[in-house]
Nanobody, 126 residues
Framework: QVQLLESGGGLVQAGGSLRLSCTAS????????MGWFRQAPGKEREGVSC????????YYADSVKGRFTISRDNAKNTLYLQMNSLKPGDTAMYYC???????????????????WGQGTQVTVSS
């Protein structure tokens, strides 16, 4: 059974930083491209960042470019999202997700993904 478990969310002041982690089990981690998504109340789920199976290629939403960095450690089956210069507009539930790398999907589109975590809440106060 595939499980994705996010951690690292919390309450932080504007301008602060958080590092999210997503630990995967039940799949061969380096066979999957991975992504981070977020969803604020009343809004659609938004692709934040994604990374290919090897970690060589990464993509970001325009809203987080230059502030967020995605990475992965395949030896630890773990995906990361380093979030710096946080803004109140970054407040949302953050989810990690996975899809098989052989599918060559649009990695910032939620519809590309087969597996999802339960999410971790990030709240940025002004």
């Amino acid at each position: 059974q595939v499980q994705l478990l996010e951690s690292g969310g919390g309450l932080v002041q504007a301008g602060g930083s958080l590092r999210l982690s997503c630990t995967a089990s039940g799949l061969r981690f380096d066979d999957y491209d991975m992504g981070w998504f977020r969803q604020a109340p009343g809004k659609e789920r938004e692709g934040v960042s994604c990374i290919n199976w090897s970690g060589v290629s990464a993509y970001y939403a325009d809203s987080v470019k230059g502030r967020f960095t995605i990475s992965r450690d395949n030896a630890k089956n773990t995906l990361y999202l380093q979030m710096n210069s946080l803004k109140p507009g970054d407040t949302a539930m953050y989810y990690c997700a996975a899809y098989p790398s052989v599918e060559y999907n649009n990695c910032l589109s939620a519809s590309s993904y087969n597996y999802w975590g339960q999410g971790t809440q990030v709240t940025v106060s002004s």
